[in-house]
């Protein structure tokens, strides 16, 4: 028997495919599960592939959470070509001389970027200036400033180069704000010529790995089959690094309505359950007090 999709909750990780937005996936569950409340934790570009966690029900109020974790991509890179939207998807803008460019100017290059950098977002993409979203005045024909924006390559590693196809591949794990496109740019300009994104897949996101994924189709074969819930992990389970903290009496009222309480536990991010083992919220200690960040009562 399927389970009634009112009490689906928790994330399920799915595989996007190429051509869908990340909306597309999300408004596609909506049919496959009968439900409203859905919503994906990190746009993903409609050529790019690969791991999308999507929270179901009361998870959907952890995204908030979930988008500040750190994704790792798989990215092919074409040298020598400059395209309006970053990527081959785009028209090409400018070329350049891509000769005597080798493996290891490469890899040193890619080494170049590891740490914190600042990053000048593409004009093809969601984020808002002067409250009107960048690819909207993007496809009017107008280019505005962008304010770089600092973002954190944690781990960046050179794969194959194929240098008759003018393409090399990485592997690169980045925070929050961090366009692989324009990564693919900056890289280029380091090498002393130009480039764009040819391909991109997600492998990791949100603790999920892409083996981990179904695609839609498997989602929907699932939920027929009313084995969806074992693809799902618990809203508890996204947060393995924070330790349990359990609450009785006046404490467990207070976190019944998300109030702040004091709490003689280091600073950090705890997970918060009631006198019965239900888990009710995530709060951050600071200086003995308890600051609520995310309520999954209710």
Known sequence: MRPEASVLCGVLPVYKEEGFTSNDVVAKLRGILHMKKIGHTGTLDPAATGVLPVCLGKATKIISL??????????????????DTEDMTGNIVETADVSGITQSDIIKTLDSFTGRYMQVPPMYSAKKVGGKKLYELARQGVEIERKPCEVFIRRIEAGSFEPEKNEFTFLVECSKGTYVRSLCRDIGQRLGTKASMAELQRTAACGFIIDECVTLAQTEELFRSGEIEGKLTSIDSMFPSYEKLKVRGGTEKKVRNGNVFIMDVPDGKYRIYLGDGTFAAVYEVRDKRAHLCGYFLT
């Open 66 to 83: 979930l988008e500040d974790t750190d994704k790792t991509y798989k990215c092919r890179c074409r040298l020598g070509v400059l395209t």
